[in-house]
């Protein structure tokens, strides 16, 4: 009897352990789409990840900036800032979210982290869906910092883009 109530309980605890997790799948299927509907419009999905060890950037800027063919997106309908500093000219942007909750987690962990980042609120309409939250790691007046910031980002947002604020 003894065995069997911790062969039970051990079942619980390890059913326990698996049902927090987030499913990759979904992440995965979100990207797919996101991938499918490219033509008309990129969209980044990035889960939230876990606590990895990132260095801040340093917003030193350029000895020399090169300018690259970088491509930059706008947004149509606007945007308003819901959180952080005004943007610049260019932004990094390093996920892109329907959900707010979503969007303010990578926001405060990018501020945890030493970014000077930017949860912004869009008026796009994307797959039936009005009102992305985009989240931006860095912003800068000069195309070449904002080149420079994103390249830095690389490794840990492969997906990052600039967005162009007219």
Known sequence: MKKQVIACMGLCTLALFTACKSQ???YRAAYEAAKANESSETVTVVPQQQETTVTPV???PVQE??????PVRTIAGGL???????????SVIVGSFMNQTNAEGLYTTLVNRGYSARLVRTNETINGHTGWYRVAASSYDNK?????SKNQLKGTYPDAWLLLNK
């Open 65 to 70: 900036p090169v300018v690259d063919n970088t």
């Open 58 to 60: 340093v917003t030193t």
């Open 24 to 26: 990759e799948s979904a």
């Open 80 to 90: 308003t800032v819901l959180k952080g500093e005004p943007l610049n000219q260019y």
């Open 144 to 148: 070449a910092y904002a080149v420079d």
